[in-house]
């Protein structure tokens, strides 16, 4: 049997040699979008410094909203490096939510879960329901976010609170991450990785999921997605497909093109 490598397949920064100037670069494009013009709206979820939203409203949509989840492992990063991702999708004259929340190892990647379900409980207000996307760790929660039983978590909320997910390059088992140096701050053991682990929790009893991964990327990472795929598919609908030509860190730059296959995509799930 063949030993595998959990710390080179996951281990991202160490696999793709220039992922700090891309996440550099991450902040460069966001930051000069906001500075022509798409400046958000902030929205305060809870309490905490991190408990916010940038809300990039198209004006006019009325449809679902599209709610993106940053990735960094649990453990690094915030909407502020990924603002320039909405021009996809407002192009096109959908509303664009971005959460951050607080990381790892100041929470747990259990209290980043709870965080993530007041976010959506708050944009639910707005009266429209959500399609949740992610990045990596962010697909992860957009994954928990649509296996989430909405009314037991507050009475007030439909059962179709969000009514599909698009994870790109998620991470559904947390397992092999334990003896990984990632898990460093994640201070996560067997049983509790796989306590917040969607392949092994609840699956959805409504809408769709899509999992896409970079077509450079590691082979758990094809795994991954696969495995959500084949498991959840026998209760609702799911596709599996790949970026071409993308590594980890490259995968999300489709949602900066409005005519990308994967912007089209979201705005076919965002439209009613």
């Known amino acids: 049997m063949t030993t595998i490598d959990f710390e080179a397949e996951y281990n991202n920064r160490a696999r793709v040699p220039d992922s700090g100037e891309l996440i550099a670069g991450w902040a460069r494009d966001a930051r000069a979008f906001r500075e022509q013009g798409g400046a958000p709206r902030v929205i305060s979820y809870g309490a905490g410094a991190r408990n916010t939203i940038d809300y990039f409203a198209a004006a006019g949509d009325k449809g679902p909203i599209v709610v993106f989840i940053h990735g960094g492992y649990w453990q690094a990063l915030d909407a502020s490096f990924f ?61 928990c976010m649509l296996a989430t039983d909405w009314p037991a978590i507050d009475p007030a909320l439909p059962s179709k609170t969000v009514i599909a997910a698009y994870a790109i390059s998620g991470l559904f088992d947390l397992v092999p991450l334990v003896p990984t140096s990632i898990n460093k701050a994640l201070q996560l053991d067997d049983a509790s990785a796989r306590a917040v682990s969607p392949l092994f929790g609840p699956v959805p009893r409504h809408g769709s999921l899509d999992a896409v991964v970079g077509a450079e990327e590691s082979s758990e990472y094809f795994r991954q997605s696969r495995s959500i795929v084949d498991t959840w598919g026998r209760a609702i609908p799911t596709a599996y497909g790949t970026v071409p030509g993308a590594n980890h860190f490259t995968a999300i730059a489709p949602l900066a093109d409005p005519e990308s296959p994967m912007v089209l995509r979201l705005k076919s799930l965002a439209t009613l």
Do not use: F, N
């Open 83 to 143: 603002s320039h991702l909405s021009r996809g999708l407002t192009h096109h004259g959908s509303s664009v939510a971005m959460p951050s929340y607080d990381l790892c190892p100041q929470v747990s990647v259990a209290d980043i879960v709870a965080q993530m379900r007041a976010a959506v409980r708050e944009l639910a207000k707005h009266g429209r329901p959500l399609v949740i996307a992610g990045h990596s760790a962010g697909g992860h929660l957009a994954a």
